[in-house]
């Protein structure tokens, strides 16, 4: 797709349909509304009689005799001083998505008057618009009448702005957006498609396209090592387990370690899950597709930090070698663990992964699994709980989190909870009972990492979505990519 920055005019604008956005206050409504009207000679009659009031989310057609500008996309953007990064993230995504459906396969948008820098704007709108569009539709025949894929989007100003701040911020902004994408594709991919193997693959891919290392360890040298958690998970299924090591950056560094839950798919394993619903458990492995789109990002720009990710992939099946409720399993640091749900996997595979962390000497740690279905029931689709050891760390990916509206929230990790985990059988029991299931989860976790910073992202509401957003669609929504991608940005 196309993507520019123009400085020019309502009048001057090359394409057939147009996307204004107008502010709800009475006087900025009232005198934007007469400038379109000016401007293209267009009679605003949905503003004349109040159906259209510049609210957030509102939008309407208009219709012009003009022969370059056919239609006009109004569209609300709210009150002034509510406006923010997500507004306008919104604003496009919903304007361009309206244009799709109007098989228009070239827009032009103007950047709306705004209290940000220009440059902030037009990132935030390049997201909106980029992530708004995106479907996953490969397995779909396609259709004659069905709408084309965009081929361009304009963004112009109307005032002076600096020209390359703004395209700077638009390609930043693309970058970090189709890294957004890549993580929703191999989420969304279904599990014939994607499993240990090919997700492997298709990290190595990645990493051979923009110059970071990728080591991929198969079965054999997963068992020379001891993961134990990795093997246990992986023993029910024909696919044979991988465990990937992604590296970038200057190694003179102290890195900062990025670890995934790679479950290309979760049965349940002997503790199987209900039938109903079983079929999202492809996107089990959304936290190892957020790791490699993470770095997707951060080597096409080329930030100047050292990283590592760590993707322990499995498949969790059912069948007469799977491990079992009562199980026993020694990982990779030696420490045991009693299984006493199968279908409390990830944790058993990122046990192996955080004890492997330790031998970077790591600044910090962060993990991100689709842990537990408890972190839906408290935090719902819009937020992923946040648990760690390091009060810095945590705010620091709040900031992040805010910033880029992949928002976190904390959650406790008082020592009562690990009361929950303890087995008489082994050191550490890997499920603690009804109550408080994504704490335990981490506090299970809590008893694998080293002596390290860690953070502990349980994106399970997050990044497998039941109904489509502002600029997401049901289903993967990549989650991860860009909240890490800012914090490793402001990483010091």
Sequence with gaps: MILEFKQTSLRSSPDKLIVVFVHQDKRLFKSEIAALSKKLGIRVQAAEAGDFTGKHGESVILYS???????????GLGEWNKL?????????AGAARKAHTLKERRITMFLPASKANAASVAAAFTEGALLGLY??????????????????ITFCSEGRAGLAAIQGAMKRARVISEATILARDLANAPGNEIYPETLAEAARISAERNGFAATILDERAIRELGMGGVLGVSQGSARPPRFVVLEYGDKKKRPVVLIGKGVTFDSGGISIKPAAGM????MDMSGAASVVGTFEA???????????????????????????????????????????NTDAEGRLILADALGYAEQFKPAAVIDLATLTGAVVVA????????????ETLM?????????????????PMFEEYERLIKSDVADVKNVGGRWAGSITGAWFLKKFIGAYKWVHLDIAGTAILEESGYYTQKGASGFGVRILTEFLTQWK
Excluded: C
Aim: aromatic share 6%; charged share 30%; no cysteine.
């Design 379 to 390: 935090l719902g689709h819009h937020a992923a709980g946040m648990l760690g050891n390091d």
């Design 65 to 75: 005799d003009r022969k370059i500008v056919r239609r006009v996309i109004l569209v």
């Design 279 to 282: 079929a999202e458990m492809k």
């Design 84 to 92: 923010s990064a997500e507004t306008y993230r919104r604003a496009a």
């Design 298 to 340: 951060i080597s096409r720009l080329k930030l100047p930090v050292h990283v590592i990710g760590l993707i322990p992939a499995v498949e969790n099946m059912p069948s007469g070698s799977s491990i079992r409720p009562g199980d026993i399993i020694r990982h990779f640091n030696g420490k045991t663990s009693e299984v006493d």
């Design 395 to 411: 705010s620091q990916l709040e900031r992040a989190g805010t910033s880029t509206y992949e928002r976190v929230w904390k959650l």
């Design 135 to 152: 479907k996953f539709d490969k397995y779909i025949s396609k259709k004659s009448d069905a709408p084309q894929p965009m081929e361009a």
